[in-house]
C-alpha cells in the first residue's frame, strides 16, 4: 500500500506490516493516514476477511512519533492543528473496529501508546515475553485516557485494572496480560507468525457473512443496553444467516458428516 505500511495478501488473509522500523513503526502523519485508508477500504473489501497486523524491526508500534513534524505543527498552531490530529489518529482505532474483518494483532518489542491501543482494537492479540505494554500517554504531560484506550481496556480487564494502567503509565508484564485475558497466547519471537495459523485456519472454516457479522454483534452487544436488547440483535442476524445459502451447505454437510463447503452466499 505504501513504504510505511505493506499489505500482503494471502489467499483471504491481509498480512499488514507497520513498516517505520527505525522509529520502532511509531505513528507519524504518513503512517496515520495509510492505516486509516485501509482499514476503512476493508469495509467494502468481501475478499479479505480476516486481518494479521504486525509490526517491522524490534517492534510492533511506539506510538505517536513525538520527534515528527505533526507534534511540532500542533504545538505551534493551536487546538486546531490539535483536532485534527488527535481525530486523525482515533480515526485509526474506529476503522479497526468498524470493519468486518476480525484483526489477529502479533506483539512484540514496544506495543506503546497508540500501539498498545491498536493491540486492543484488534480482536484476538498474541505477545512474545520481550512485549513491553503501557498507556504512555499520563508520562509525556498528557491525560492518561486517549484514542479508545479508556472504553477498550475495561471492557478487557475491568475498571481496577484499568485505572491502575491509565492512572500511572506503567507498564503491563505479557505474563500478568495473559493471566488477565488480554493477550491469548505468549509465544517466543520466531513462532509469532506461526502462531497465527490456527485462528486463521479456524475462522476460514466459517462462512464469510457469519464471521463478519459475529464480530459486529459481539461489538455492538459489549454496549448492549440490557440481555434482550442483546438478544435482539442476535436473533436478527441468525435469522439472516439461516436464509443463505452458506447456512444450508452447513446444515448439509453437518448431515452428510462432511466438512462444509462455504461460498459467502
Known amino acids: 500500500m505504501s513504504d510505511v505500511l505493506l499489505v500482503e495478501r494471502r489467499g483471504a488473509v491481509d498480512w499488514v506490516t507497520l513498516n517505520r522500523p527505525e522509529r520502532l513503526n511509531a505513528l507519524d502523519e504518513t503512517l496515520t493516514t495509510a492505516l486509516r485508508t485501509y482499514f476503512e477500504g476493508?469495509?467494502?473489501?468481501?475478499?479479505?476477511?480476516?486481518?494479521?497486523?504486525?509490526g517491522a524491526g524490534r517492534g510492533f508500534c511506539a506510538g505517536a512519533d513525538l520527534a515528527s513534524e505533526l507534534v511540532r505543527q500542533v504545538q505551534e498552531d493551536g487546538?486546531?492543528?490539535?483536532?485534527?490530529?488527535?481525530r486523525d489518529i482515533r480515526n485509526v482505532m474506529l476503522a479497526?473496529?468498524?470493519?468486518?474483518?476480525?484483526?489477529?494483532?502479533?506483539?512484540?518489542?514496544a506495543a506503546v501508546g497508540g500501539g498498545f491501543v491498536m493491540a486492543l482494537a484488534s480482536d484476538i492479540r498474541i505477545a512474545t515475553p520481550d512485549t513491553r505494554m503501557n498507556a504512555a500517554f499520563i508520562k509525556v504531560?498528557?491525560?492518561?485516557?486517549?484514542?479508545?484506550?479508556?472504553?477498550l481496556l475495561p471492557r478487557l480487564v475491568g475498571a481496577s485494572v484499568s485505572s491502575e494502567l491509565l492512572l500511572t503509565g506503567r507498564y503491563l508484564a505479557p505474563e500478568r496480560a495473559l493471566a488477565l485475558g488480554l493477550i491469548s497466547e505468549l509465544v517466543p519471537q520466531e513462532a509469532l507468525e506461526a502462531a497465527a495459523a490456527p485462528y486463521i485456519e479456524a475462522m476460514l472454516a466459517t462462512a464469510p457473512l457469519g464471521l463478519a457479522l459475529t464480530k459486529e454483534v459481539l461489538n455492538a452487544n459489549l454496549d448492549a443496553p440490557g440481555f434482550e436488547a442483546a438478544l435482539a440483535l442476535e436473533d436478527r442476524n441468525q435469522v439472516l444467516l439461516s436464509q443463505t445459502r452458506d447456512f444450508?451447505?452447513?446444515?448439509?454437510?453437518?448431515?452428510?458428516?462432511?466438512?462444509?463447503?462455504?461460498?459467502?452466499?
Do not use: N, T, W
Open 141 to 151: 504531560g498528557l491525560g492518561g485516557c486517549d484514542v479508545g484506550v479508556s472504553y
Open 248 to 265: 444450508r451447505e452447513g446444515a448439509a454437510a453437518f448431515r452428510e458428516k462432511r466438512p462444509p463447503r462455504f461460498e459467502g452466499r
Open 96 to 109: 479497526m473496529r468498524r470493519c468486518p474483518q476480525p484483526i489477529i494483532a502479533l506483539l512484540h518489542g
Open 42 to 54: 476493508l469495509y467494502e473489501d468481501r475478499d479479505c476477511r480476516i486481518v494479521v497486523l504486525r
Open 79 to 86: 487546538a486546531g492543528a490539535a483536532m485534527k490530529a488527535q
